[in-house]
């Protein structure tokens, strides 16, 4: 298969995208300290990071406000208010998911909004809705991403009909999205051949979310990369659901566009992630390790580790049962 | 490049060799209870790994016993204590430092020791020094492996050579050993490819030692194995030196041989490495990142670890002035 690039050099084509709030947030219910967020946001900034998603416009008709921090529901006078009218370099997302999003009410034209990009979150199933949602964040004026979430969970023909969906509608960016971690690298290889194959027939660039359930994210991602992805997702230090994200520190650490700067970024985690870490709980534990290649939904493992569970075997032989 | 195998069926050349008492020694001074040591051996058993390593033959004149556990120096007599004749498939290494062992007189012949293979760890520089204890312990009777340390650090050109030395020696294994954590991936696709194509020429098994600075050492290591390699190193929980090195916990989960089995290694776990990792340290942290990308030894970022020290970006400017 054609790789793209080398270890030495770079390629302009590559975005990367700071999900710490977003994936981050379903570890802490959202409820960031606003000194986190802005020093986030600052950190990101002179790293030069791409762009920063600052979390879901969930409903509120569906979800309680009073049930979470305000990055789930990211109003956009809550993300002025950290970042005024962000006359910088960094550009700003918020995630949609499918069927839990009041899309036609809270997502407001791009000229009234302090959003660069929306990016779509959608299971195989609900991909005319997606795509619903997509025509109305680009008609709102917006860069609009999709991701299809549990790709390892989806049949191959029926990806393959709807990447072909998705590719005539006028989504900028396709993601591959390992959400239950379940990915080695050669099956990464081939899903970027098959996406970005379908990508450049359409004009489409594709991206990569990873999960850390095998402690692959970081080496998925490359991967991914190496085989023509360039939209590349991380979280400081790998913070995200269950096990967790590709590390934007390794990330910076072996791209080698000279824009991007480790410095401010290991100066965040120095000031916040180690205190964060001790207050909440994400990253490789043998549960995950199990869920995944079990190709299952991190959401047993969760629990045992919310429980202070260990005995590994009972729970394999748990997920065995449902499987 | 050619690969071999696939994710579903299994390679029956494969050998997976457990280092948790060699390098995880490295993390303890080779302090192991003895409980912890039968436990393991057990464990071996009970899971089907092929090797298990005990430690060092460390000279005693170089090393001061006081100074370290015993399995430093795997006398016969203490592995004796522990596996009895080890009437069992589980086969038995230990390693020997070129240049720190007394093998002429700490290495008996095998018909009187509890070893099967023979462990020679070697740098570029040393290895006619290596062939010397290659063809002493190949006499006396064993298995005997090579691993050329630290190969991030060597050029290619002088690799070469020292392959080619090795190969025409009598050793039966040759090990690629990332001892900086230092390598992406594709390097490693690419060293499986120049060691396997040598070690077809010559009869030669070729194996796989990963560190974990980067989180890539269970990728690189089903990475090597892809591309040819059929020795396989691990540690539970990665317990080694700095970053640690591939788990065993992935990688058993990963093999397809029905033989192992992942549960002994899940409940060796529970009872005893959560309690070990709250003694002592390993595993990743920035500062292994750092010294892997500088391709450095990690005995700096030891250090920083063990001091407490979180300022990532003064380590970093600290590194690159002496480089």
Redesign the interface.
């Known amino acids: 298969m054609a790789?793209q690039g080398d270890?030495i050099s770079f390629r302009p084509d590559v975005r990367v995208l700071d999900a710490t709030l977003r994936d981050g947030g379903l570890v802490n219910n959202f409820r960031f300290s606003d000194e986190f967020v802005k020093d986030l946001y600052k950190t990101n900034i002179k790293s030069n990071i791409d762009y920063m998603e600052f979390g879901y416009k969930a409903s509120k008709e569906i979800f309680d406000p009073k049930d979470f921090g305000k990055w789930k529901f990211c109003n956009d006078d809550d993300v002025f208010e950290i970042v005024g009218n962000n006359d910088t370099d960094l550009k700003l997302s918020c995630m949609l998911d499918v069927g839990r999003t009041d899309f036609k009410n809270d997502v407001r034209k791009k000229t009234d909004s302090p959003f660069d990009l929306m990016r779509v979150a959608t299971y195989i199933h609900q991909i005319p809705s997606a795509i619903e949602m997509i025509e109305d964040a680009k008609k709102k004026g917006y860069e609009v991403s999709v991701n299809i979430m549990a790709v390892s969970k989806v049949n191959d023909d029926e990806l393959t009909k709807g990447l072909e969906l998705l590719a005539k509608s006028p989504v900028d960016i396709i993601y591959i999205v390992d959400s239950y971690g379940a990915f080695?690298?050669?099956?990464i290889e081939r899903l970027a051949q098959k996406y970005t194959e379908l990508g450049s027939r359409y004009g489409k660039q594709i991206g990569i979310h990873a999960h850390?359930n095998?402690?692959?994210?970081?080496?998925?991602t490359?991967?991914a990369l190496?085989y023509g992805v360039s939209w590349l997702d991380c979280t400081v230090s790998g913070m995200g659901r269950g096990a967790g994200n590709c590390?934007t520190?390794?990330l910076l650490?072996?791209l080698k566009n000279p824009k991007y700067d480790?410095?401010p970024v290991?100066?965040f985690?120095?000031k916040h992630m180690?205190k964060l870490k001790e207050e909440c709980v994400w990253g490789y534990d043998?549960s995950y390790?199990?869920t995944a290649?079990l190709n299952s939904h991190p959401s047993s493992a969760i629990k045992f580790v919310k429980e202070g569970r260990?005995?590994?075997?009972s729970f394999?032989h748990e997920l065995m049962d449902v499987e």
């Open positions: 790789t270890l080695y690298p050669e099956q850390n095998q402690q692959l994210a970081f080496a998925n490359i991967t190496r590390y520190e390794s650490a072996f480790l410095v290991m100066n985690v120095a180690l043998i390790l199990l290649i260990t005995d590994y075997s394999m």
